[in-house]
C-alpha cells in the first residue's frame, strides 16, 4: 500500500512557526489529495488544509491567512507552513492522501494517514 511519514511537529510560543512536512512512499500509481487534518483532545479530527493534484487548495476558516499548504506531486511529499501560531492550534497532525496504487496485476484506489506528528503552541 501507501505509507505517509509525517515530520516537523513541536512545541512553540504563540506567535511563532512551525513548519510540517510529509512523505509518501510504497508502490504509489497516482497521488490525487493531499492535506493536513488535526485532532486535540477530546474533540474530534477535521481538516485544516488540502491540495489536489493540480494546486487547488481548501483551509478552515480558522487556519485562513495564517497557514499555507504546498505539494511537489514529483516528490510526493506535502508541506504545512504555519505562522501566527495560537494556542487553540495545539493537537496532533495528520497527513492524508489518496490516489492509486499498484498490485501484481493491476492497481487500486487507496487512502492512507500518517501516524501524526504533535504541535504544541503555549501561550
Known amino acids: 500500500q501507501v505509507q505517509l511519514v509525517e515530520s516537523g511537529g513541536g512545541l512553540v510560543q504563540a506567535g511563532g512557526s512551525l513548519r510540517l512536512s510529509c512523505v509518501a512512499s510504497?508502490?504509489?500509481?497516482?497521488?490525487?489529495?493531499m492535506g493536513w487534518y488535526r485532532q486535540a483532545p477530546g474533540k474530534q479530527r477535521e481538516l485544516v488544509a488540502t491540495?489536489?493534484?493540480?494546486?487547488?487548495?481548501n483551509y478552515a476558516d480558522s487556519v485562513k491567512g495564517r497557514f499555507t499548504i504546498s505539494r511537489d506531486n514529483a516528490k510526493n511529499t506535502v508541506a504545512l507552513q504555519m505562522n501566527s501560531l495560537k494556542a487553540e492550534d495545539t493537537a496532533v497532525y495528520y497527513c492524508?492522501?489518496?490516489?492509486?496504487?499498484?498490485?501484481?496485476?493491476?492497481?487500486?484506489?487507496?487512502?492512507?494517514w500518517g501516524q501524526g506528528t504533535q504541535v504544541t503552541v503555549s501561550s
Open positions: 491540495m489536489s493534484v493540480g494546486g487547488s487548495t
Open positions: 510504497g508502490r504509489i500509481r497516482t497521488i490525487n489529495g
Open positions: 492524508n492522501a489518496d490516489g492509486t496504487y499498484y498490485t501484481n496485476t493491476f492497481y487500486r484506489p487507496f487512502t492512507s
